[in-house]
C-alpha cells in the first residue's frame, strides 16, 4: 500500500519519540508496549505465510531504537537548559555579545561566556546565554564587544503561556534583563568569529551601496535576518505569504548549488572533486545563515541529491527530506516544535507528496502551459501543507498567497541570485561596491516595489484553529496523494470518512456549540487580556498596555476586526498608551473608564466614557470597584477582574482573574475559582496552561484549553 | 532481505551515533521524568442567583429574594406581592443592576415601590 522507505519511517519514530517524550515525559518509553502484540501478529502472518519474519523485525527493533533516541534525546536537551538556576533578583553581569538584533527604541543583544553575580555575593557561570534590551543609543557596541552592567535578571522557563520556549532553548538563552545605555560599561573583546565576519561584511557593503530599505530587504534574503527591516515592511510580505524569501531554504540553496554546479561543470572538475567543493561552499553559506533548520534542510537534501547522482542510486525525495528531518532533529530534537523547521519541512514534503501528483493532473489540461502547471502545483501543494501550521502559529493565512507566489518567486529567484552573485564580488572588493550592486539593487527595489506598496492586510484568512485536527488535515493529504497505493473506491470512501471527520473535529475546536456567551483569557510576553462574548457583543479588558504585534496576533486569531466596549486595568498613563495600540487593530464603540480617574480624555476617534455605578457590556452588567478592578456578572456568575492591588471593599465572587496572586486579594473577595496570568504554584495560570476558554451555563463555568 | 539486513544495521550505527551526539554532553543534569502538556478541564459552580430587595407601600410581601440571574421585574414583583407596577420599569425586562449596592459582600438590587 506504502511503498517501503525506510528513512521515512526512521524519520518518523525520531519524531514521535520526542514528541511523546515532551507529552508525556518517562511514559513516553510505555508507548513501545503497545507494539508487542503487532510484533507477535507479524510473526504469526509470516509463519502462517512460510515466509522469514526476521527482517521485519528487526526493523521494527530499529524503529523502536531511533524511538528512544528521540525521547531520551529531548528529556536530556530540556534538563540541560533547565540546569541553569532561576534567577529574578538584581544581578551584576559581564559577557560576550555574540548577536545583536533591532526592535523599537531598543537594541536586543545576545551575552554569552556569562558571569553573574548575585545580590548575596555568589557567581554563577551558567552554560546559558542572556537577552540583553538596551534603550539609548548604542551604536558602539558590536559582536564580540564585553558588556557589563546590573540589572534585575528574568528566567525563561522551558514552558511558558502553555507552550515550548523553543526560541530560548534553541537559543540557550535562559535569562533576560534590560538596561539603560548610561548604565553598561562596554570594552572591545575578541574578533569576530569566521560567520559573524562574514555576515557584518555582507551588512557594510549591502548598506553602504544603496539605500537601508533596499539593504536590508538584500541583507535578510542573502543571510534569513529581517531584523534590520521596517516592521511593517516585512508585516505585508507575511500578510502576501511570501516572507519565507527570508528564509534561508530550498530556493537560496537550490540557486547557489544551480550556480556552482554549474560553473564547475563547466571548468570540467571531476565529479569527486565538484562533490565536496559544493557540499563545503554550501555548508559555510549555511554557516553564515546561522545554520537556521531550513537552511540545514536544504543543504542535506541537496547533499543526498549529489550523492545519489554521483553514485548512481534513484534519488527518492520523500527518503530525501526525511533524512534532511532526521538530521535537523538529531542536531536538537527542540527543532520539532520550532515554527520555521514545521514549516520548512511541511512546505518540502507537501511539494514531494502532492506536488508532483497535481502537476501531472494539470498537465493533462490542455490549455495549461507546462510550466505553468508545475510552478501552480508547487506553490499550491507547499500551500496547502503549511497552511493548518500557519493558521495555528499566526493566527492567519493570506488569500492571496498562492497568487503571489506564482507571480514574486520566479522574479525573485532571478534577482536574488545576482544579488548574492554581486555582494560576493562587492565584499571582496568594497570600494567597487556601489557600482557593482546598482543594477541587482535596482532590480530588487522593482520587484519588491509592488509589494511594498499594497496593503495585504485586508484578504487574510483568520478566526479559527486547527489544533490535533492538524494531524487529520495531513492523513487527508497523505492519502489522497500518490504514495498511498489504492483502487480507486477504497480511496475515495477513506478520503470522505477523514473529511467527515476533519469537519466534526474542526467545529467542536473553534465553535462553543451549547453556549450563547463565551469568555476568553489570553496571556503571552506581549500582553493579558480577557475578551467576553456574549451573542453579538465582543468586550475586552485588557491588563495593563499590550505589545502591538501581540494583539494584532490575538485579534486575527479570534476573529476580531472590532470590539464593542474596551476596557483597561491600568493605571491612567497605560490606559492612554493602550488605546492607540487597540485602535490600530480593531475599530472600538466605546471605552469605559471610572469617573474620578485620572485619565485624560484626548482621543477624537473613539467615545470615552466615564462611569460612576453600573454600566453594561452588551447585555452584561460591570462596576468599576476601583481605577484597575472591574465586577463583571456573566449570565449570573460573579467575575472579578483585578489589574492591580487595591484597598477597596470587594464582593465575593465565583472566579477571580489576576495577574498573581496575593493573599490579601484572596481574603477580599472569597473566590471560588482563580486564574491568574503570571506563573502561580498550585493556581490554574494562564502561563502554566495557555489561553483558557470559560464557558459558562447552568451554574457551572467550564475552564478548558483554547 | 540482504537489503533490509544492510539498511537495518546501518540504521543501528546511526542509532548509536545520534545517541551518543545526544547523550554525551549532557549527562550531568537530573532529568525531567515528567510530560511539558499542561491539562485544562475545570469546573466551577456558581449560584446563579442575584439578591434582591423589594420594599414599600404597595408590596404585600417585602423582603429579600434570591432569583435567577435572568428573572424579569414581572417575576419579582409576582414573588413580592407587588399591587401596582411602576410605570417606568418594564416588567418583561430582565432585573437591571443599576439600582445594585454591596452590602457586606454581596450585591443587593433595590426595588423601592
Same mark, same amino acid.
Given at each position: 500500500? $506504502?511503498?517501503?522507505?525506510?528513512?521515512?519511517?526512521?524519520?518518523?519514530? +525520531?519524531? /514521535?519519540? =520526542?514528541?511523546?517524550?515532551?507529552?508525556?515525559? +518517562?511514559?513516553?518509553?510505555?508507548?513501545? /508496549?503497545?507494539?508487542?502484540?503487532?510484533?507477535?501478529?507479524? $510473526?504469526?502472518?509470516?509463519?502462517?505465510?512460510?515466509?522469514?519474519?526476521?527482517?521485519? %523485525? !528487526?526493523?521494527?527493533?530499529?524503529?523502536?531504537?531511533?524511538?528512544?533516541?528521540?525521547?531520551?534525546?529531548?528529556?536530556?536537551?530540556?534538563?540541560?537548559?533547565?540546569?541553569?538556576?532561576?534567577?529574578?533578583?538584581?544581578?551584576? +553581569? @559581564?559577557?560576550?555579545? @555574540?548577536? $545583536?538584533?533591532?526592535?523599537?527604541?531598543?537594541?536586543?543583544?545576545? %551575552?554569552?561566556?556569562?558571569?553573574?553575580?548575585?545580590?548575596?555575593?555568589? @557567581?554563577?557561570?551558567?552554560? *546559558?546565554?542572556?537577552? /540583553?534590551?538596551?534603550?539609548?543609543?548604542?551604536?558602539?557596541?558590536?559582536?564580540?564587544? =564585553?558588556?557589563?552592567?546590573?540589572?534585575? =535578571?528574568?528566567?525563561?522557563?522551558?514552558?511558558?503561556?502553555? &507552550?515550548?520556549?523553543?526560541?530560548? =532553548? /534553541?537559543?540557550?538563552? &535562559?535569562?533576560?534583563?534590560?538596561?539603560?545605555?548610561?548604565?553598561?560599561?562596554?570594552?572591545?573583546?575578541?574578533? !569576530?568569529?569566521?560567520?559573524?565576519?562574514? &555576515?557584518?561584511?555582507?551588512?557594510?557593503?549591502? +548598506?553602504? *551601496?544603496?539605500d537601508s530599505g533596499t539593504a536590508s530587504i538584500a541583507y535578510a534574503m542573502l543571510v534569513g535576518d529581517s531584523g534590520y527591516m521596517d516592521g511593517d515592511v516585512l508585516q505585508n510580505f507575511r500578510y502576501g505569504g511570501i516572507a519565507h524569501i527570508f528564509a534561508v531554504s530550498g530556493l537560496h540553496i537550490g540557486v547557489i548549488y544551480g550556480l556552482l554546479y554549474g560553473l564547475l561543470r563547466r571548468l570540467q572538475v571531476k565529479g569527486y572533486v565538484r562533490l565536496p567543493v559544493v557540499f563545503a561552499a554550501l555548508l559555510f553559506y549555511c554557516g553564515v545563515c546561522g545554520f537556521s533548520p531550513s537552511s540545514v534542510r536544504a543543504l542535506v537534501m541537496c547533499t543526498v541529491l549529489m550523492i545519489a547522482d554521483a553514485a548512481g542510486y534513484a534519488y527518492d525525495r520523500l527518503n530525501s527530506v526525511s533524512a534532511a528531518s532526521l538530521v535537523v532533529l538529531a542536531i536538537n530534537p527542540v527543532y520539532l516544535f520550532s515554527v520555521g523547521f514545521q514549516l520548512s519541512v511541511a512546505a518540502a514534503a507537501g511539494i514531494i507528496v502532492l506536488g508532483g501528483h497535481l502537476g501531472r493532473l494539470l498537465a493533462r489540461v490542455k490549455f495549461l502551459p507546462r510550466k505553468f502547471s508545475s510552478a501552480l502545483s508547487v506553490a499550491f501543494s507547499a500551500q496547502v501543507c503549511t497552511f493548518p501550521i500557519l493558521i495555528d502559529c499566526f493566527g492567519y493565512v493570506s488569500a492571496l498567497s498562492l497568487v503571489l507566489n506564482l507571480l514574486f518567486i520566479p522574479v525573485i529567484s532571478a534577482v536574488y541570485s545576482l544579488i548574492f552573485l554581486f555582494t560576493i564580488f562587492a565584499a571582496i572588493v568594497p570600494a567597487a561596491g556601489t557600482v557593482l550592486l546598482y543594477v541587482p539593487c535596482l532590480l530588487l527595489q522593482v520587484a519588491v516595489t509592488p509589494v511594498m506598496m499594497a496593503d495585504f492586510g485586508v484578504l487574510l484568512i483568520s478566526g479559527f484553529t486547527f489544533g490535533g485536527a492538524a494531524v487529520l488535515w495531513y492523513l487527508l493529504v497523505f492519502l489522497i496523494s500518490d504514495k498511498v497505493n489504492l483502487k480507486i473506491i477504497p480511496k475515495v470512501t477513506g478520503s470522505t470518512a477523514l473529511c467527515i471527520a476533519l469537519t466534526v473535529c474542526m467545529v467542536l475546536q473553534n465553535a462553543a456549540i451549547g453556549y450563547s456567551a463565551v469568555a476568553t483569557v489570553h496571556a503571552d510576553y506581549g500582553g493579558e487580556a480577557m475578551i467576553l462574548r456574549r451573542e453579538e457583543d465582543v468586550s475586552l479588558v485588557l491588563f495593563g498596555s499590550p505589545d502591538p504585534s501581540y494583539l494584532e496576533r490575538l485579534f486575527l486569531r479570534e476573529g476580531i476586526s472590532a470590539v464593542d466596549a474596551l476596557i483597561v486595568l491600568a493605571p491612567p498613563r497605560e490606559v492612554n498608551t493602550a488605546i492607540p495600540v487597540v485602535l490600530e487593530c480593531a475599530e472600538v464603540g466605546a471605552v469605559y473608564v471610572r469617573e474620578g480617574t485620572e485619565f485624560e480624555d484626548t482621543f477624537q476617534t473613539v467615545e470615552v466614557i466615564e462611569t460612576d455605578g453600573f454600566f453594561y457590556l452588551g447585555a452584561t452588567p460591570a462596576l468599576f470597584m476601583d481605577d484597575a478592578v472591574l465586577y463583571v456578572n456573566f449570565l449570573g456568575a460573579d467575575i472579578l477582574l483585578c489589574g492591580e492591588e487595591t484597598q477597596a471593599r470587594l464582593p465575593r465572587c465565583d472566579l477571580l482573574v489576576a495577574p498573581s496572586w496575593s493573599q490579601a486579594l484572596a481574603d477580599a473577595c472569597s473566590p471560588s475559582g482563580e486564574i491568574y496570568f503570571e506563573k502561580t504554584e498550585g493556581k490554574l495560570s494562564v502561563y502554566s496552561a495557555g489561553d483558557l476558554q470559560l464557558r459558562v451555563k447552568n451554574g457551572i463555568i467550564d475552564v478548558v484549553a483554547e | 532481505m540482504k537489503v533490509i539486513y544492510r539498511i537495518s544495521i546501518f540504521l543501528l550505527c546511526a542509532v548509536a551515533l545520534i545517541a551518543a551526539a545526544a547523550v554525551l554532553p549532557f549527562l550531568a543534569p537530573p532529568l525531567r521524568g515528567e510530560g511539558m502538556v499542561y491539562g485544562v478541564n475545570e469546573q466551577i459552580g456558581y449560584d446563579g442567583t442575584i439578591a434582591v430587595v423589594v420594599r414599600g407601600e404597595s408590596v404585600r410581601r417585602p423582603g429579600t429574594y434570591r432569583v435567577p440571574y435572568d428573572s424579569t421585574y414581572a417575576d419579582i414583583f409576582a414573588l413580592a406581592g407587588a399591587k401596582t407596577m411602576p410605570p417606568d420599569l418594564d416588567p418583561d425586562a430582565p432585573i437591571g443592576f443599576s439600582d445594585a449596592v454591596l452590602v457586606g459582600d454581596i450585591f443587593y438590587i433595590y426595588l423601592v415601590l
Amino acid at each position: 500500500m $506504502i511503498n517501503f522507505r525506510p528513512v521515512f519511517f526512521v524519520s518518523l519514530s +525520531f519524531g /514521535l519519540g =520526542i514528541f511523546l517524550s515532551f507529552a508525556v515525559g +518517562f511514559h513516553a518509553y510505555w508507548a513501545l /508496549l503497545a507494539l508487542l502484540p503487532v510484533a507477535a501478529a507479524v $510473526i504469526i502472518y509470516r509463519l502462517k505465510t512460510k515466509k522469514s519474519s526476521l527482517g521485519v %523485525l !528487526l526493523f521494527a527493533a530499529v524503529l523502536c531504537a531511533f524511538y528512544c533516541v528521540g525521547a531520551f534525546s529531548f528529556t536530556v536537551r530540556i534538563s540541560a537548559f533547565e540546569n541553569d538556576p532561576v534567577l529574578a533578583e538584581s544581578c551584576v +553581569f @559581564t559577557g560576550e555579545v @555574540t548577536e $545583536i538584533g533591532d526592535a523599537d527604541y531598543r537594541r536586543i543583544l545576545t %551575552l554569552s561566556d556569562l558571569e553573574l553575580v548575585t545580590e548575596e555575593g555568589k @557567581t554563577l557561570r551558567p552554560n *546559558s546565554k542572556m537577552t /540583553l534590551y538596551v534603550y539609548g543609543d548604542s551604536k558602539d557596541i558590536r559582536i564580540g564587544s =564585553i558588556v557589563r552592567g546590573q540589572s534585575e =535578571i528574568q528566567t525563561y522557563d522551558a514552558i511558558a503561556y502553555g &507552550r515550548l520556549n523553543t526560541s530560548a =532553548i /534553541l537559543s540557550g538563552v &535562559r535569562y533576560r534583563a534590560s538596561a539603560d545605555i548610561e548604565d553598561l560599561s562596554v570594552t572591545e573583546g575578541h574578533a !569576530l568569529p569566521v560567520f559573524s565576519a562574514v &555576515r557584518s561584511r555582507f551588512r557594510e557593503v549591502l +548598506f553602504s *551601496s544603496t539605500d537601508s530599505g533596499t539593504a536590508s530587504i538584500a541583507y535578510a534574503m542573502l543571510v534569513g535576518d529581517s531584523g534590520y527591516m521596517d516592521g511593517d515592511v516585512l508585516q505585508n510580505f507575511r500578510y502576501g505569504g511570501i516572507a519565507h524569501i527570508f528564509a534561508v531554504s530550498g530556493l537560496h540553496i537550490g540557486v547557489i548549488y544551480g550556480l556552482l554546479y554549474g560553473l564547475l561543470r563547466r571548468l570540467q572538475v571531476k565529479g569527486y572533486v565538484r562533490l565536496p567543493v559544493v557540499f563545503a561552499a554550501l555548508l559555510f553559506y549555511c554557516g553564515v545563515c546561522g545554520f537556521s533548520p531550513s537552511s540545514v534542510r536544504a543543504l542535506v537534501m541537496c547533499t543526498v541529491l549529489m550523492i545519489a547522482d554521483a553514485a548512481g542510486y534513484a534519488y527518492d525525495r520523500l527518503n530525501s527530506v526525511s533524512a534532511a528531518s532526521l538530521v535537523v532533529l538529531a542536531i536538537n530534537p527542540v527543532y520539532l516544535f520550532s515554527v520555521g523547521f514545521q514549516l520548512s519541512v511541511a512546505a518540502a514534503a507537501g511539494i514531494i507528496v502532492l506536488g508532483g501528483h497535481l502537476g501531472r493532473l494539470l498537465a493533462r489540461v490542455k490549455f495549461l502551459p507546462r510550466k505553468f502547471s508545475s510552478a501552480l502545483s508547487v506553490a499550491f501543494s507547499a500551500q496547502v501543507c503549511t497552511f493548518p501550521i500557519l493558521i495555528d502559529c499566526f493566527g492567519y493565512v493570506s488569500a492571496l498567497s498562492l497568487v503571489l507566489n506564482l507571480l514574486f518567486i520566479p522574479v525573485i529567484s532571478a534577482v536574488y541570485s545576482l544579488i548574492f552573485l554581486f555582494t560576493i564580488f562587492a565584499a571582496i572588493v568594497p570600494a567597487a561596491g556601489t557600482v557593482l550592486l546598482y543594477v541587482p539593487c535596482l532590480l530588487l527595489q522593482v520587484a519588491v516595489t509592488p509589494v511594498m506598496m499594497a496593503d495585504f492586510g485586508v484578504l487574510l484568512i483568520s478566526g479559527f484553529t486547527f489544533g490535533g485536527a492538524a494531524v487529520l488535515w495531513y492523513l487527508l493529504v497523505f492519502l489522497i496523494s500518490d504514495k498511498v497505493n489504492l483502487k480507486i473506491i477504497p480511496k475515495v470512501t477513506g478520503s470522505t470518512a477523514l473529511c467527515i471527520a476533519l469537519t466534526v473535529c474542526m467545529v467542536l475546536q473553534n465553535a462553543a456549540i451549547g453556549y450563547s456567551a463565551v469568555a476568553t483569557v489570553h496571556a503571552d510576553y506581549g500582553g493579558e487580556a480577557m475578551i467576553l462574548r456574549r451573542e453579538e457583543d465582543v468586550s475586552l479588558v485588557l491588563f495593563g498596555s499590550p505589545d502591538p504585534s501581540y494583539l494584532e496576533r490575538l485579534f486575527l486569531r479570534e476573529g476580531i476586526s472590532a470590539v464593542d466596549a474596551l476596557i483597561v486595568l491600568a493605571p491612567p498613563r497605560e490606559v492612554n498608551t493602550a488605546i492607540p495600540v487597540v485602535l490600530e487593530c480593531a475599530e472600538v464603540g466605546a471605552v469605559y473608564v471610572r469617573e474620578g480617574t485620572e485619565f485624560e480624555d484626548t482621543f477624537q476617534t473613539v467615545e470615552v466614557i466615564e462611569t460612576d455605578g453600573f454600566f453594561y457590556l452588551g447585555a452584561t452588567p460591570a462596576l468599576f470597584m476601583d481605577d484597575a478592578v472591574l465586577y463583571v456578572n456573566f449570565l449570573g456568575a460573579d467575575i472579578l477582574l483585578c489589574g492591580e492591588e487595591t484597598q477597596a471593599r470587594l464582593p465575593r465572587c465565583d472566579l477571580l482573574v489576576a495577574p498573581s496572586w496575593s493573599q490579601a486579594l484572596a481574603d477580599a473577595c472569597s473566590p471560588s475559582g482563580e486564574i491568574y496570568f503570571e506563573k502561580t504554584e498550585g493556581k490554574l495560570s494562564v502561563y502554566s496552561a495557555g489561553d483558557l476558554q470559560l464557558r459558562v451555563k447552568n451554574g457551572i463555568i467550564d475552564v478548558v484549553a483554547e | 532481505m540482504k537489503v533490509i539486513y544492510r539498511i537495518s544495521i546501518f540504521l543501528l550505527c546511526a542509532v548509536a551515533l545520534i545517541a551518543a551526539a545526544a547523550v554525551l554532553p549532557f549527562l550531568a543534569p537530573p532529568l525531567r521524568g515528567e510530560g511539558m502538556v499542561y491539562g485544562v478541564n475545570e469546573q466551577i459552580g456558581y449560584d446563579g442567583t442575584i439578591a434582591v430587595v423589594v420594599r414599600g407601600e404597595s408590596v404585600r410581601r417585602p423582603g429579600t429574594y434570591r432569583v435567577p440571574y435572568d428573572s424579569t421585574y414581572a417575576d419579582i414583583f409576582a414573588l413580592a406581592g407587588a399591587k401596582t407596577m411602576p410605570p417606568d420599569l418594564d416588567p418583561d425586562a430582565p432585573i437591571g443592576f443599576s439600582d445594585a449596592v454591596l452590602v457586606g459582600d454581596i450585591f443587593y438590587i433595590y426595588l423601592v415601590l
